[in-house]
Structures are given as structure tokens and as C-alpha cells.
């Protein structure tokens, strides 16, 4: 029974998204922190370090099409719940691998990455196509935002917690902890979140300002046909899109900073800087709380700007520009000594990060309304396949030359060719209508 007074379930339905999304980016951190004691037992070289922390991505990456098609066919509720549930399982089971002998437990832990990249492969296009369904136009800058913090959120808040369960008990308990945490969010996602229409809290007034809106509500409506879209006509239509392959490569060099942040900054800190592992999570959350900061400011400032009367082109260009500028500030780190100037830098360097990366919010801007979900996975497999790479080039830069200053010379030439892909070779950003010939049929 719809309620008469007008709600504001959408809060809520992004709320659930920043929370999955930090326990999803949580997941990832996990290893970074228990990197340090990992590496020891192990007994890993920069390089082996750097393919596990990249065989997340593997899959993750690859997984990308079909977990959009996923969701497209049997919505992003039941799919995005069982995501959770399967990489809260691989965490449990990666914290039994450290009883294994060294070179066992390596490739048991390897293998668990893999698997876990998979289950989480639906979790941002699921984001992205949520919103899309939940958000008018000039709200979804802002809503994109949020749950995009949530990979800096994940920094301040995992990274201490386990640095601190790392120091009092070791690197198994805190994947035990990720593991457990992830089963009880399951338990509040399948309660909290429904489709549109389908919400038993939701008002008809709400829903009709998210329609009026341009929202797509009835994306994940209970009585619309769901259809097929991992077809390779809707792959190829979508990459022969100027527009969209811009917006790809934009992400794939944005993914690269966000990839050095979640794997090697921790190990940078304590290696580079010689930090201890227990300051190693309580510093590793500053710049990161910046990031938060400037992940929700970006699409503020980008929803304001298209309030007041700027073109859609203008106002998620102008913030991803800026970001990426000051994103590049982290280079200053290869001449300063002092650990205060070093955090300086990068706290502003994660900031800019996160005022730029409205990649979510464009595809949910650009998408085609049949595509959406198909649409995120493909945009999502090309941003990730900067985390298989970003962590093996930075781990080879490390190994052969003893030193992170290329790395951070890598890590922000990301950050200039993201001004590239988005400034000449994306173009006006609007949403693409796909042609009638690529409308699948619906499943039966």
C-alpha cells in the first residue's frame, strides 16, 4: 500500500549503495593492509605482490558484459544480494588459506581474488543502473558521487580497523572480519531495497518527480519484459560511439589512480616512508577522507552547475578537468623528505580524485534506456582493466628500479590522459538513443 504524503526513499535506496560499495571497496583494501605481514609470511617480492593485489581485477574486469546483462535480465536487487553474499564467502574462505604452506597458501589466495573479482562484478553497474532508475537528471550527480566515495570511505574506515586487527592478531583475521560483515549487510540489503514502483514505502508523488525527472522507474518493474542484452550488436554499437569510447578511456586512466590508492599506497607509506603498519592505517584514511569529501563535492558542485542553467556537457567536464589537476599534485611527493609534506600532497591528490570521478554519473547520463545495464558492465570492464594493470607496472617500476618515484610519475600521467579522453574525444555528453534493430527480445 502507497503511502499519500511524498517520501524520500531515495535517500535511503543511496544510502545502501554508499554502504555496499564501501564494504565492496572494503574487500579490497583488506589485502592492502594485510600486505605488509602477508608479504613476510609468504615471502613475496614486489612483483608477486603486485599480481596478487592485480587478481582481483582480472576477472572483475572480465566479468563486467555479463554481470551487466545480469542485471538487465533479472534486475539489480536479487543479483547485486547474491554479489554480496559470494564475496563475503571468498573473504572467510581467504583468511583459512594463511593455515596452508607458504607457496599453497600464495596461490589459494591468488585463486580467491579471482573469485571474488567475480562476485563483485555487478556491484558498480548495479550503482549505476540503480540510479538511473532512482534519480532524476539533476540528482544523479550528487547520488553518483556518494556511492563513488565510497572506495575513499572504505580507506578511512577499513584501513585503521585493519591495521589495528593486523598488529593484535594477523592478516587471516582480518579477511574473517571482512567475511562476517558482508553477510550481515546482505541481510539489510535484501530488506532495504527494491525497484521504483515496487518499494512498499514509497509514495506515487515520489515516484512521479523521479519520472518527471527523466528517472527511469520502471527500469526493474516487476511486470516489464525483461530482455537479453549481452549481444555482440550492442557491444559493437556501444564501442562505435565516440562519445562512449571517450568516457571508457577516461575511466580506465581514473580506475588507475584509484587502484594505486586501494593497493600500494599502504605499502608506499610503510616501504617508501617507513611507516609503521598500525600509523600505516591511520594515516592511509587522511588523504582518504579527503577523497570522500571531494567524491561528494564533485557532483554537487556538477548537479548546481547544471541547476543553474550550464549545459550537461559543462557541468560534469568542469569538475572532472579540475580533479584531475589536482590529482597530479602527488608527483610533488618525489621531492619532499618530510612525512607532513608527503601526506600534504597526497591528501590533496586523493581530493582531486574525487571531485573528478563522475564517470557513474555520465553513464547514467549517456546510457541508452535499453542499455543501461550493458551499457555500465562494458564502461566498468575497461575503467578495471587498469586493475590488473596498475598494480603489475607498478610493482615492475618498484622492483627494477628500488624506488616509487616512477610509480607516482605513472600514476598521475593517468590523471592527464583522463583530461585528454574526456576534453577532445568525448564531445557533448547527452544520453544515445540505441536503434530499434538492436531492441532484444524479451526472455521467455
Same mark, same amino acid.
Request: with cysteine.
Given at each position: 500500500?502507497?503511502?499519500?504524503?511524498?517520501?524520500?526513499?531515495?535517500?535511503?535506496?543511496?544510502?545502501?549503495?554508499?554502504?555496499?560499495?564501501?564494504?565492496?571497496?572494503? @574487500?579490497?583494501?583488506?589485502? $592492502?593492509?594485510?600486505?605488509? #605481514?602477508?608479504?613476510?609470511?609468504?615471502?613475496?617480492?614486489?612483483?608477486?605482490?603486485?599480481?596478487?593485489?592485480?587478481?582481483?581485477?582480472?576477472?572483475?574486469?572480465?566479468?563486467?558484459?555479463?554481470? !551487466?546483462? =545480469?542485471?538487465?535480465?533479472? !534486475?539489480?536487487?536479487?543479483?547485486?544480494?547474491?554479489?554480496? =553474499?559470494?564475496?563475503?564467502?571468498?573473504?572467510?574462505?581467504?583468511?583459512?588459506?594463511?593455515?596452508?604452506?607458504?607457496?599453497?597458501?600464495?596461490?589459494?589466495?591468488?585463486?580467491?581474488?579471482?573469485?571474488?573479482?567475480?562476485?563483485?562484478?555487478?556491484?558498480?553497474?548495479?550503482?549505476?543502473?540503480?540510479?538511473?532508475?532512482?534519480?532524476?537528471?539533476?540528482?544523479?550527480?550528487?547520488? $553518483?558521487?556518494?556511492?563513488?566515495? $565510497?572506495?575513499?570511505?572504505?580507506?578511512?574506515?577499513?584501513?585503521?580497523?585493519?591495521?589495528?586487527?593486523?598488529?593484535?592478531?594477523?592478516?587471516?583475521?582480518?579477511?574473517?572480519?571482512?567475511?562476517?560483515?558482508?553477510?550481515?549487510?546482505?541481510?539489510?540489503?535484501?530488506?532495504?531495497?527494491?525497484?521504483?514502483?515496487?518499494?512498499?514505502?514509497?509514495?506515487?508523488?515520489?515516484? @512521479?518527480?523521479?519520472?518527471?525527472?527523466?528517472? =527511469?522507474?520502471?527500469? @526493474?518493474?516487476?511486470?516489464?519484459?525483461?530482455?537479453?542484452?549481452?549481444?555482440?550488436?550492442?557491444?559493437?554499437?556501444?564501442?562505435?560511439?565516440?562519445? &562512449?569510447?571517450?568516457?571508457?578511456?577516461?575511466?580506465?586512466?581514473?580506475?588507475?589512480?584509484?587502484?594505486?590508492?586501494?593497493?600500494?599506497?599502504?605499502?608506499?607509506?610503510?616501504?617508501?616512508?617507513?611507516?609503521?603498519?598500525?600509523?600505516?592505517?591511520?594515516?592511509?584514511?587522511?588523504?582518504?577522507?579527503?577523497?570522500?569529501? !571531494?567524491?561528494?563535492?564533485?557532483?554537487?558542485? $556538477?548537479?548546481?552547475?547544471?541547476?543553474? !542553467?550550464?549545459?550537461?556537457?559543462?557541468?560534469?567536464?568542469?569538475?572532472?578537468?579540475?580533479?584531475?589537476?589536482?590529482?597530479?599534485?602527488?608527483?610533488?611527493?618525489?621531492?619532499?623528505?618530510?612525512?607532513?609534506?608527503?601526506?600534504?600532497?597526497? #591528501?590533496?591528490?586523493?581530493?582531486?580524485?574525487?571531485?573528478?570521478?563522475?564517470?557513474?554519473?555520465?553513464?547514467?547520463?549517456?546510457?541508452?534506456? @535499453? &542499455?543501461?545495464?550493458?551499457?555500465?558492465?562494458?564502461?566498468?570492464?575497461?575503467?578495471?582493466?587498469?586493475?590488473?594493470?596498475?598494480?603489475?607496472?607498478?610493482?615492475?617500476?618498484?622492483?627494477?628500479?628500488?624506488?616509487?618515484?616512477?610509480?607516482?610519475?605513472?600514476?598521475?600521467?593517468?590523471? &592527464?590522459?583522463?583530461?585528454?579522453?574526456?576534453?577532445?574525444?568525448?564531445?557533448?555528453?547527452?544520453?544515445?538513443? #540505441?536503434?530499434?534493430?538492436?531492441?532484444?527480445?524479451?526472455?521467455?
Amino acid at each position: 500500500m502507497q503511502r499519500q504524503a511524498t517520501t524520500h526513499v531515495r535517500y535511503l535506496i543511496v544510502l545502501m549503495l554508499f554502504i555496499a560499495s564501501t564494504f565492496s571497496y572494503g @574487500d579490497r583494501v583488506v589485502l $592492502s593492509i594485510a600486505a605488509v #605481514s602477508l608479504t613476510h609470511d609468504l615471502h613475496l617480492d614486489p612483483l608477486r605482490l603486485g599480481y596478487l593485489f592485480s587478481g582481483f581485477a582480472w576477472v572483475y574486469a572480465g566479468a563486467q558484459l555479463p554481470a !551487466g546483462g =545480469l542485471l538487465d535480465r533479472f !534486475g539489480s536487487k536479487t543479483v547485486y544480494g547474491i554479489s554480496i =553474499l559470494c564475496w563475503s564467502a571468498c573473504a572467510l574462505l581467504a583468511g583459512l588459506s594463511g593455515y596452508l604452506p607458504a607457496m599453497a597458501a600464495f596461490y589459494v589466495l591468488f585463486g580467491l581474488r579471482l573469485l571474488s573479482g567475480l562476485a563483485q562484478a555487478p556491484v558498480f553497474p548495479g550503482n549505476g543502473r540503480i540510479v538511473a532508475a532512482w534519480f532524476p537528471t539533476a540528482e544523479r550527480g550528487t547520488a $553518483s558521487a556518494i556511492f563513488n566515495s $565510497s572506495q575513499y570511505f572504505a580507506l578511512v574506515f577499513f584501513a585503521p580497523l585493519m591495521g589495528w586487527i593486523a598488529h593484535l592478531w594477523g592478516w587471516k583475521e582480518c579477511f574473517w572480519f571482512a567475511g562476517v560483515a558482508g553477510l550481515v549487510l546482505s541481510v539489510f540489503w535484501f530488506r532495504l531495497v527494491y525497484g521504483v514502483r515496487s518499494h512498499p514505502r514509497i509514495s506515487q508523488s515520489e515516484i @512521479d518527480e523521479i519520472e518527471r525527472g527523466g528517472g =527511469l522507474a520502471t527500469l @526493474d518493474s516487476s511486470n516489464r519484459p525483461r530482455a537479453n542484452t549481452l549481444t555482440w550488436s550492442a557491444i559493437r554499437w556501444l564501442l562505435s560511439k565516440r562519445m &562512449l569510447v571517450g568516457i571508457y578511456l577516461g575511466q580506465y586512466c581514473i580506475t588507475t589512480l584509484t587502484w594505486f590508492f586501494l593497493t600500494w599506497f599502504p605499502v608506499y607509506l610503510n616501504r617508501a616512508r617507513h611507516i609503521s603498519i598500525v600509523k600505516v592505517g591511520f594515516l592511509a584514511a587522511l588523504p582518504a577522507l579527503c577523497g570522500c569529501f !571531494g567524491g561528494v563535492l564533485g557532483g554537487v558542485v $556538477s548537479d548546481r552547475l547544471l541547476r543553474s !542553467g550550464h549545459t550537461l556537457t559543462f557541468a560534469r567536464k568542469v569538475p572532472i578537468v579540475a580533479g584531475m589537476l589536482l590529482a597530479m599534485s602527488m608527483v610533488a611527493c618525489n621531492y619532499v623528505s618530510t612525512r607532513s609534506a608527503v601526506m600534504l600532497f597526497m #591528501s590533496l591528490a586523493f581530493l582531486g580524485k574525487g571531485f573528478g570521478a563522475l564517470g557513474w554519473t555520465v553513464v547514467s547520463d549517456t546510457s541508452p534506456k @535499453d &542499455l543501461v545495464g550493458i551499457n555500465g558492465g562494458l564502461f566498468n570492464l575497461i575503467g578495471n582493466l587498469a586493475g590488473i594493470t596498475t598494480p603489475i607496472v607498478i610493482g615492475y617500476i618498484v622492483k627494477t628500479t628500488g624506488s616509487f618515484h616512477g610509480a607516482l610519475v605513472f600514476v598521475a600521467a593517468a590523471a &592527464l590522459m583522463a583530461i585528454v579522453a574526456y576534453v577532445p574525444i568525448v564531445g557533448e555528453i547527452k544520453r544515445i538513443e #540505441s536503434p530499434a534493430v538492436l531492441a532484444p527480445e524479451p526472455s521467455r
